[in-house]
């Protein structure tokens, strides 16, 4: 039901964009969200988005960098990301709110993409 891409091997400081593609019926009035696991650690929440994109919340460590947006026409939640750090490589995965706001925890998210891999060299 979720389906994210744009990963890839990025020099530090470049920038990449995922996208996450969904079935209207997965993400209707829901929150979206996107979180990270780097290998050895726990998942970590990111940024997340309520159901019409007015209210946005980020981890402090991408505060400032990443942009959550989604688009409720083309169903697609994105994340652009800029000046990445090595410390940004993990798995990314995109993730549907049980809620409409936004939310942190990833006990409140209900479903969850395949994750897309992403790498920063130094």
């Known amino acids: 039901q979720l389906q994210a891409s744009g990963g890839g091997l990025v020099q530090a400081g470049g920038s990449l964009r995922l996208s996450c593609t969904a079935s209207?019926?997965?993400?209707?009035?829901?929150?979206l969200g996107w979180f990270r696991q780097a290998p050895g650690k726990e998942r970590e929440f990111v940024a997340a988005?309520?159901?019409?994109?007015?209210?946005?919340n980020y981890a402090d460590s991408v505060k400032g960098r990443f942009t959550i947006s989604r688009d409720n026409v083309k169903n697609i939640l994105y994340l652009q990301m800029n000046s990445l750090k090595p410390e940004d490589t993990a798995v990314y995965y995109c993730a549907v709110s049980r809620y409409s706001g936004v939310t942190n925890p990833p006990g409140s998210y209900q479903y969850w993409g395949q994750g897309t891999l992403v790498t920063v060299s130094s």
């Open positions: 209207r019926r997965t993400i209707s009035n829901n929150g």
């Open positions: 988005i309520s159901w019409r994109g007015g209210s946005t």
